[in-house]
């Protein structure tokens, strides 16, 4: 069974979010060379803080399908995962039918 799949643009745009979190928790490095202040790079990061954020929604991801794929076969969210919904559904408000309008009139 798959899940959704990432797009490579995803994965990246993922990793620089996460980079410049930890940029902000972790605060710059005092280089020992020349005394200046610098801003860590993404493998002093990787070194601090080792789990990346892609593989873990990867695996909650595929955690939530293996959940979805015990549930019985007549609940939605099975069906929708399958990809064979059984009926679709009109948009918008039920319409009225003739029946209810009378019964609606004669009850005055």
Same mark, same amino acid.
């Given at each position: 069974?798959? &899940?959704?799949?990432?797009?490579? $643009?995803?994965?990246? #745009? ?12 972790? !605060? ?5 060379? &020349? ?6 790079? %993404? ?8 789990? &990346?954020? !892609?593989?873990?929604? /990867? ?8 959940? !979805?794929? #015990?549930? *019985?076969?007549?609940? *939605?969210?099975?069906?929708?995962? !399958? *990809? ?7 948009? *918008? ?6 029946? /209810? /309008?009378? #019964?609606?009139?004669? $009850? %005055?």
């Amino acid at each position: 069974m798959q &899940t959704w799949s990432f797009i490579l $643009r995803e994965k990246r #745009r993922l990793r620089v979010f996460e980079n410049s979190v930890l940029r902000r928790i972790f !605060v710059p490095k005092r280089d020992e060379v &020349t005394g200046e202040w610098r801003e860590l790079n %993404k493998e002093e990061l990787n070194d601090l803080y080792s789990p &990346t954020i !892609v593989p873990v929604i /990867i695996w909650r991801r595929m955690r939530w399908a293996e959940h !979805v794929a #015990r549930m *019985g076969e007549r609940r *939605g969210v099975y069906r929708v995962l !399958v *990809g064979k919904p059984e009926e679709m559904r009109p948009l *918008g408000r039920p319409r009225r039918n003739g029946r /209810i /309008i009378l #019964r609606r009139i004669f $009850r %005055k």
